[in-house]
T-cell receptor, first 115, second 114 residues
Framework: DGGITQSPKYLFRKEGQNVTLSCEQN?????MYWYRQDPGQGLRLIYY???????QKGDIAEGYSVSREKKESFPLTVTSAQKNPTAFYLC??????????????FGEGSRLTVL | AQSVSQHNHHVILSEAASLELGCNYS??????LFWYVQYPGQHLQLLLK??????LVKGIKGFEAEFIKSKFSFNLRKPSVQWSDTAEYFC????????????FGTGTRLQVFP
């Protein structure tokens, strides 16, 4: 089945540690996105990538880093510089051309808790 | 700054009641508009979308939305809700000529009681 796979689903981290969240898609989508979801704040864009080896900062990129070495993979690293990292992280992807190019497809999310 | 507003944060309804969730955006140009739904324990999924054409858009599960350009609005409606509609609903907007960034509203939590 085609889809977006995020791992791990749940992750606990001590303060001061970096952690990497995985996102893999087999939909052959060009663009990939990372959002953060907090209660009452909706989804806020962290980073996005339209093509391999290129990515742009979203609205809340500070304390995060990404890479896009392969079309199907877009890992997110939450660094120790992120002041409030406990959140639900959502990965998404879409085509960038064609009839369905606007629609985002989402993974099931990763819940990060910093202890 | 460009933004999307959903003024209803939490809506509680009985089954068979009618639903209307508000969504307003602040983009000045031509836009693409979306409603996404997140059922408890499930991933976000597309409910409906508007790119162009008829401003009244029909989506899955009996939902519809009307794009009113003069009001910068894209309100979601359903004539008769069911218990299974209990979920969180997100409005989202992207510029028609720059679909790189999809901006979401803060969401509306809908609870439907039998």
């Amino acid at each position: 089945d085609g889809g977006i796979t995020q791992s791990p689903k749940y992750l606990f981290r001590k303060e001061g540690q970096n952690v990497t969240l995985s996102c893999e898609q087999n939909l052959n989508h060009d663009a990939m996105y990372w959002y953060r979801q907090d209660p009452g704040q909706g989804l806020r864009l962290i980073y996005y990538s339209q093509i391999v080896n290129d990515f742009q900062k979203g609205d809340i990129a500070e304390g995060y880093s990404v890479s896009r070495e392969k079309k199907e993979s877009f890992p997110l690293t939450v660094t120790s510089a992120q002041k409030n990292p406990t959140a639900f992280y959502l990965c998404a992807s879409r085509w960038t051309s064609g009839r369905g190019s606007g629609e985002l497809f989402f993974g099931e999310g990763s819940r990060l808790t910093v202890l | 700054a460009q933004s999307v507003s959903q003024h209803n944060h939490h809506v509680i309804l009985s089954e068979a009641a009618s639903l209307e969730l508000g969504c307003n955006y602040s983009y000045g140009g031509t836009v693409n508009l979306f409603w996404y739904v997140q059922y408890p324990g499930q991933h976000l999924q597309l409910l409906l979308k508007y790119f162009s054409g008829d401003p009244l858009v029909k989506g899955i599960k009996g939902f519809e939305a009307e794009f009113i350009k003069s009001k910068f609005s894209f309100n979601l409606r359903k004539p008769s809700v069911q218990w299974s509609d209990t979920a969180e609903y997100f409005c989202a907007v992207t510029l028609f000529y720059n679909t790189d960034k999809l901006i979401f509203g803060t969401g509306t939590r809908l609870q439907v009681f039998p």
